[in-house]
């Protein structure tokens, strides 16, 4: 599974979400559907204007945990 860890960045940036919204272009509920990890797909451009704004790296944002239950079912 693919955790977003965005919530984690804004905190150490101290950036609501709001404002980040407002300067990489996106709603704020486009934006939080990112956040909570429910969106299907995230463009490179979306994410690099993200990453750009909080000075990290997408890997900051992204994590991949392997599932337990597909890999125990």
Known sequence: MIVVNLDVMMAKR????T?????????????SIFKTGKARAVRFSTLERICRELDCQPSDLLEYRPDELQQNG
């Open 14 to 17: 101290k950036i609501s979400l």
């Open 19 to 31: 404002e980040l919204a407002e300067r990489v272009g996106l709603t704020p509920a486009n934006l």
